[in-house]
């Protein structure tokens, strides 16, 4: 394949891949996080951080509503300074850093009972949440990658 397409496709393509994987992290980090600033998303964040051992600290130092606009501007800061990380790469590893948090943290939700549909059996059947949250394992990777290219030029520049 690379014969046919030659090292200038590559190339594009690596290009394009790295855009496209930016704005696949922005989005779901800015629409998400602007979720958290609703009566809605408080009300349907509630009981899962309440029940979430890891996250359950949050409501009491913030309260209900504060615990949901807290990730908000996590994720909001997140995706801010992912955007300017093509310019500048101690951005690029500071948002990677809180992407990485946020995608950890969520990715872990795939352990609990609500991600698994019972009404066919359990896992391996992912239930709605199950679905929604899946995903976050892929963000995660992409966070990842954008931290050690960050990483990368920050060392690069130091030199």
Do not use: C
Request: proline share 6%.
């Amino acid at each position: 394949m690379k014969l046919i397409l030659g090292r200038e496709s590559a190339g594009r393509l690596q290009r394009w891949g790295r855009i496209v994987s930016l704005v696949g992290i922005l989005l779901p980090l800015l629409l998400i996080g602007g979720l958290k600033f609703t009566e809605p998303e408080i009300e349907a964040l509630s009981p899962l951080i309440a029940s979430t051992p890891w996250l359950s600290w949050l409501h009491s130092i913030f309260g209900k509503a504060g615990s949901s606009y807290f990730l908000g501007i996590v994720e909001i800061a997140a995706a801010i300074l992912l955007m300017a990380s093509p310019w500048s790469a101690r951005a690029g590893l500071i948002g990677a850093a809180l992407a990485i948090l946020t995608f950890l943290v969520t990715s872990t939700l795939i352990v609990l009972p609500i991600a698994w549909d019972p009404r066919l059996g359990g896992f391996p059947a992912l239930g709605p949440f199950g679905q929604f949250v899946i995903k976050d394992i892929a963000l995660l990777g992409v966070a990842l990658l954008v931290a050690g290219n960050s990483l990368n030029r920050t060392e690069n520049e130091s030199k």
